[in-house]
């Protein structure tokens, strides 16, 4: 088993060599055998060890297990302790979620503060098995499929060739002790149900059943690579973007055979979960929306549109007082009094200050909202339809800021100016407003 591992890093991470790792130690036979192998290969190791405080007296004797056996080789140690269950009452998660954040984000952290390069799991190839069951029951795309991947930014799982009988295997040929988590014999968890179930009966069936395995993950690791080549290529064809905002041509992406399939790939990273109203978004009427947790996407017209959730209380109305001269939120405006006026434009307007009343107010649009158009006399509009007419979108609707006097509207800012505010013959004072 030596060999083989010094092989299978040689061959997949040969960045290893001369860096300094942390090696992931809870005491059990995995990790135990995994500190054992890397020792001997001689790498720079240190154990790190969570005490989680979940199973009272045994985790104390896990880390004491776990202290002795780095003091006894002379390897350097980080040991911390968790209030595993407090956390995860605080952040509503479930006791494996929580542990896993807790100890991965103390890990990256001792990559910080110890100036270490790569942390090491004792993950195998039955936990490799174990994780595609799981995700099978529960339904899931491809990349649930193609198992734990051997490296996943600074952690590296070295032993995921290996099987857990291979790793037990070497533990009694070279007298390496471990200890036995309690937890692990329980039926509690639905992983413990196949694994000592479910994955003994595939055993049963197949005795080659591991090696079968691994070469059908194999397999669908080199389709997800394709999937994922395929999916930019034609991700450079169909969107584009602009800020923060990815817009998606629905008229080419109803060329696709599939572009179900695209369009999961595409978002599933945003947290979106109905993907049914987000497929059906696609020959929906304009104004549709699907919301993630932090993410929109908008049916608008030919595209689909995502973009971010805001989650920034915005003030309803700013007002603006009769001696000012420029204002920074929520727009940029100035005002300034002047004796002639230039051509007017959808940024500037020019407006008779005896007829405002002061002080101004900016506030968001709103259905009913009506004016009277510049070069429209007695004629009145509702905002709503000047949006249908100029083909915003439901973003740039949302965006849109109207300046009032009164109760009467001065400016759809940065649209149309009101016919009512205009400058006639008789305008003695001329305020020029201009959206910077």
Not at 257 to 266: E, F, T, V
Not at 368 to 384: R, T
Request: one cysteine or more; glycine letters at 4%.
């Amino acid at each position: 088993m030596l060999d083989r591992l010094k092989n299978h890093i040689a061959h997949n991470f040969p960045f290893l060599q001369n860096k300094k790792l942390l090696l992931a130690s809870s005491g059990g036979l995995d990790s135990m055998v995994m500190a054992h192998l890397f020792h001997k290969l001689e790498y720079e190791v240190a154990l790190v060890h969570c005490n989680f405080q979940l199973r009272g007296m045994e985790s104390f004797g896990d880390q004491n297990f776990v202290q002795e056996y780095a003091e006894a080789n002379e390897i350097p140690i980080f040991v911390t302790q968790f209030d595993t269950q407090a956390f995860a009452k605080d952040y509503k998660l479930s006791t494996q979620v929580a542990a896993r954040d807790l100890r991965y984000n103390w890990f990256y952290e001792l990559l910080e503060t110890e100036n270490y390069d790569y942390i090491l799991t004792g993950h195998h190839a039955d936990d490799n098995i174990e994780t595609f069951l799981i995700n099978l029951s529960r339904g899931t795309g491809l990349e649930g499929l193609v198992g734990i991947p051997g490296q996943n930014d600074k952690i590296i799982r070295p032993l995921l060739p290996f099987s857990r009988q291979e790793i037990a295997k070497y533990a009694h040929e070279n007298e390496i002790l471990w200890r036995e988590d309690s937890s692990n014999a329980s039926d509690k968890y639905l992983r413990n149900k196949i694994r000592h179930d479910l994955v003994p009966l595939f055993k049963e069936l197949n005795p080659q059943f591991i090696a079968s395995f691994q070469k059908t993950q194999s397999f669908l690791q080199e389709s997800q690579q394709m999937v994922e080549d395929a999916s930019i290529m034609v991700y450079q064809q169909v969107a584009k973007q602009e800020e923060d905002e990815i817009h998606f041509d629905l008229n080419q992406l109803k060329k696709l055979p599939n572009y179900r399939s695209y369009l999961y790939q595409w978002l599933h990273e945003f947290g979106f979960l109905a993907w049914e109203d987000v497929y059906d978004s696609v020959d929906a009427q304009s104004g549709k929306q699907v919301f993630s947790t932090n993410f929109r996407l908008l049916k608008d017209r030919d595209s689909l549109i995502l973009y971010p959730i805001t989650t920034e209380i915005e003030v309803q109305e700013y007002f603006i007082e009769e001696d000012t001269k420029k204002v920074n939120i929520p727009l940029n405006l100035t005002f300034c009094k002047v004796s002639d006026i230039s051509v007017g434009s959808n940024t500037a307007i020019f407006v008779d200050q005896n007829k405002l009343e002061f002080p101004l107010v900016l506030r968001r649009w709103g259905q009913g909202d009506c004016f009277q158009p510049f070069g429209m006399e007695g004629k009145s509009k509702k905002v709503s339809k000047l949006f249908k007419d100029e083909k915003l979108s439901l973003i740039e609707k949302e965006s849109v800021w109207i300046l009032w006097s009164g109760k009467t509207i001065v400016w759809v800012v940065g649209l149309r100016q009101d016919e009512r505010f205009r400058i006639s013959d008789t305008t003695q004072n001329i305020i020029k407003i201009q959206l910077e």
